[in-house]
């Protein structure tokens, strides 16, 4: 029996669709740009970030750190409220590719890390992008993030896929090689031209 080819998609969101960074919020908080780079690198870190993706609410993650670093507290109580600032806008072609499989048909899914309490107005904002979508995985909501296989496993269950039915793309390395070692087919995303060029050797759209 023929090995059945991907018919769906399923996206990473940020750095993706989006970008994102606490910088570009930040930058508009801190003038200074070695103040800036240490607030980003050391208060409002990657780890400390990871939290939200995790599940954790903001007003304990917030709380803690506002312990750690008191002197930077009305900077970090704008992280929930202005969070959608940290967004930098769309990724080149990737909203229109988004809308070419779309209008071509193909089923659209996403998988993201990304905070319960943050996602709702985040959604919102773009919300003539997202209801292209059949669903999305919200790691802070289901409490699993990537690249643990648990998530992807619950994704596609929610989908209504197998793994050899959906192409899969997110920036990050670890988060790839997890649904790769799933079965899913699986692109490190580089840009929406070499992206679409993958979805063309797939059949899903024309050259």
């Known amino acids: 029996m023929a090995e059945r080819a991907p018919h769906a998609v399923i996206f990473d969101i940020g750095n993706v669709l989006f970008h994102w960074h606490p910088r570009f919020l930040y930058e508009r908080l801190i003038e200074d740009d070695r103040a800036l780079d240490a607030f980003v690198r050391d208060v409002v870190s990657p780890e400390w970030h990871y939290q939200h993706d995790e599940g954790a609410a903001f007003a304990d993650t917030s709380a803690a ?3 750690r670093h008191p002197q930077h507290a009305e ?32 089923p659209l899914f996403a998988i993201t890390n990304f905070s319960h309490e943050f996602w709702p107005p985040f959604r919102a904002e773009h919300a003539a ?10 790691s802070g909501t289901e409490r699993l ?9 619950l994704a596609l269950d ?9 192409v899969f793309v997110d920036d990050n ?19 929406a031209p070499t992206f679409r060029a993958r979805l063309v ?3 899903l759209l024309p050259a």
Do not use: Q
């Open 65 to 67: 750190l506002i312990a």
């Open 75 to 106: 900077l970090i109580a704008a992280w929930a409220p202005r969070f959608n600032e940290s967004i930098g806008g769309a990724v080149a072609g990737m909203h229109e590719l988004v809308a070419e499989l779309d209008d071509a048909g193909v």
């Open 129 to 138: 992008l997202f209801d292209r979508f059949g669903d999305v995985v919200v």
């Open 145 to 153: 993030v990537k690249p643990d296989p648990a998530i992807y496993h």
């Open 158 to 166: 929610r989908f209504g896929l197998h793994a050899r039915d959906a």
């Open 173 to 191: 390395p670890a988060n790839v090689e997890a649904a790769r070692v799933l079965g899913i087919d699986s692109e490190l995303f580089v840009d």
């Open 201 to 203: 050797r797939h059949g």
